[in-house]
């Protein structure tokens, strides 16, 4: 998402950004995660288009993936019993993260520059209808999220 994101910064960060989270939404394969991913890829990439570092986002998707994984594992959470004491702690614990990580998320982003590679700006339509790559990966991978919303 990193050469994405560079590649196509000389058409502006918000451009830059919405189809690295495009890409990352649809290749999670499925639509129950497609939203999810969108939202935190829109997140990460914007992350990295303000400090310019690969490293930060990497962190961020490494701790979201060690929270939905890991964690419920280690404390317990099970689907058969519901609101467990392991449950209960671990949304609090989950939501006060990302309420405090949004708040200084945005208190800090005034501070913050944007990184930006430079390029030759030519419309982003016709860049994407003549790039038979982006086609093929929206294509295929909206494919399997079709399938595998059906099945």
């Given at each position: 998402?990193?050469?994405?994101?560079?590649?196509?910064?000389?058409?502006?960060?918000?451009?830059?950004?919405?189809?690295?989270?495009?890409?990352?939404?649809?290749?999670?394969?499925?639509?129950?995660?497609?939203?999810?991913?969108?939202?935190?890829?829109?997140?990460?990439?914007?992350v990295y288009c303000i400090y310019g570092k690969i490293l930060y986002p990497?962190?961020?998707?490494?701790?979201?993936?060690?929270?939905?994984?890991?964690?419920?594992?280690?404390?317990?959470?099970?689907?058969?019993?519901?609101?467990?004491?392991?449950?209960?702690?671990?949304?609090?614990?989950?939501?006060?993260?990302?309420?405090?990580?949004?708040?200084?998320?945005?208190?800090?982003?005034?501070?913050s520059s944007v990184y930006n590679v430079s390029g030759v700006l030519i419309?982003?339509?016709?860049?994407?209808?003549?790039?038979?790559?982006?086609?093929?990966?929206?294509?295929?991978?909206?494919?399997?999220?079709?399938?595998?919303?059906?099945?």
């Open positions: 998402r990193k050469f994405i994101i560079d590649k196509l910064s000389g058409y502006g960060t918000r451009f830059s950004v919405f189809v690295s989270a495009f890409m990352f939404g649809l290749i999670h394969g499925n639509l129950y995660q497609f939203f999810y991913a969108f939202g935190v890829g829109a997140l990460m990439g914007y990497i962190l961020i998707h490494c701790f979201i993936n060690t929270l939905g994984s890991i964690v419920p594992i280690a404390v317990g959470i099970t689907d058969t019993v519901p609101f467990s004491p392991g449950q209960v702690l671990y949304m609090i614990a989950y939501v006060s993260l990302v309420v405090s990580g949004g708040i200084l998320f945005f208190k800090n982003l005034k501070k419309s982003p339509q016709k860049m994407i209808l003549k790039s038979w790559g982006f086609i093929m990966f929206v294509c295929v991978f909206g494919l399997i999220l079709i399938y595998n919303t059906i099945i």
